[in-house]
């Protein structure tokens, strides 16, 4: 399934955090991992990825390690760093609420209407 770009634009900062939370990881690594782990719904391009790890690493949120392969092949390998942990933690939560607020809009939740 094709997701509109500007739906899958605000989640695949947070999928790449979480799946690089895991450990480091290349280019393609990333993109296998991303879309295995989401069921092959998720999936992100050369085209898509490799600016928004660019973009995550001016952000100071992932590094970039180049170095050579198992193949002798040059790789950059990315780490999140401790600043895109705390990111992903608050990404996360804001996620979840967001979730929960579509969720009851859409009827798949029904509204806590007890007196707090």
Same mark, same amino acid.
């Given at each position: 399934?094709?997701?509109?770009?500007?739906?899958l634009?605000?989640?695949?900062p947070?999928?790449v955090? +979480? *799946? !690089?939370?895991?450990?480091?990881?290349?280019g @393609?690594? %990333?993109?296998?991992?991303? $879309?295995?782990?989401s069921? +092959? *719904? !998720?999936?992100?391009g050369?085209?898509?990825? @490799?600016? %928004?790890l660019?973009?995550? $690493?001016?952000?100071?949120?992932?590094v970039?390690?180049?170095?050579?392969?198992?193949n002798g092949?040059k790789?950059?390998?990315?780490?999140i760093?401790?600043?895109?942990?705390?990111?992903?933690?608050?990404?996360?939560?804001?996620?979840?609420?967001?979730?929960?607020g579509?969720?009851l809009v859409?009827?798949?939740?029904?509204?806590?209407?007890?007196?707090?």
């Amino acid at each position: 399934m094709k997701f509109e770009r500007e739906l899958l634009k605000g989640v695949a900062p947070i999928v790449v955090l +979480e *799946i !690089l939370s895991r450990g480091e990881m290349y280019g @393609y690594e %990333l993109s296998d991992a991303i $879309e295995k782990r989401s069921g +092959e *719904i !998720l999936t992100l391009g050369r085209g898509t990825l @490799y600016p %928004l790890l660019y973009n995550l $690493e001016a952000k100071g949120l992932v590094v970039a390690i180049t170095r050579k392969s198992e193949n002798g092949r040059k790789r950059r390998y990315y780490s999140i760093t401790s600043t895109g942990l705390e990111q992903l933690a608050a990404k996360k939560d804001q996620w979840q609420k967001l979730q929960q607020g579509v969720n009851l809009v859409f009827g798949f939740l029904k509204p806590d209407l007890s007196p707090a």
